[in-house]
C-alpha cells in the first residue's frame, strides 16, 4: 500500500501552482520570485544558492519553489532549501538522522520524522562532497 501511495501524482494548488502530496493541504499559497530573495544582496549568495539547488539536482529532478520569507526544494516533499540572510545563506535540509557538519549550526528535532539541520553558507566552495551526499538522503 506504501508504494502505491508514494505513485499517486501531486496534488495542484488551483490559485498558487505548488504541488504537494496530500489534497487541499494548508500552505501560504503566493507566488513569488526568487530573484526577489537576492535583491540587493552580495552576487555570491546566489551562486551559493545556485550550488546549493545543483548539487541537489545530482540526485534527481526536484522543483525549486520561493516563498515570502524562504525558498524550497521539492522532489516528492519539501526536503531542502533555504533563507537569504544579509552575507550568509541559511540552507536547511530535512533528513531521517542527526548529522554532524562544518557549516551546521542548528538542529531541529521533529521526532519520527528526523531532523532539520540548518547550515551557514557564505560561499560555493561551502558546498561540500558531505553535503552533496547528505542532500540524497
Not at 513569488?32 to 544582496?41: I, Q
Amino acid at each position: 500500500m506504501k508504494e502505491a501511495k508514494s505513485k499517486r501524482p501531486l496534488w495542484r494548488c488551483p490559485k498558487c501552482g505548488h504541488r504537494f502530496v496530500t489534497a487541499n493541504i494548508w500552505h501560504s499559497c503566493g507566488r513569488y520570485r526568487l530573484a526577489d530573495h537576492f535583491a540587493g544582496k552580495p552576487v555570491v549568495l546566489r551562486e551559493t544558492f545556485d550550488r546549493y539547488v545543483g548539487a541537489a539536482r545530482t540526485h534527481g529532478a526536484l522543483t525549486v519553489y520561493a516563498q515570502k520569507t524562504r525558498i524550497v526544494m521539492q522532489g516528492r516533499v519539501r526536503f531542502a532549501g533555504a533563507v537569504v540572510r544579509k552575507d550568509w545563506l541559511e540552507a536547511n535540509m530535512w533528513l531521517r538522522r542527526q548529522v554532524d557538519h562544518p557549516r551546521l549550526v542548528r538542529v531541529e528535532s521533529y521526532g519520527n520524522l528526523g531532523f532539520g539541520h540548518h547550515f551557514r553558507l557564505e560561499d560555493p566552495k561551502d558546498i561540500d562532497e558531505a553535503m552533496i551526499k547528505l542532500l540524497g538522503e
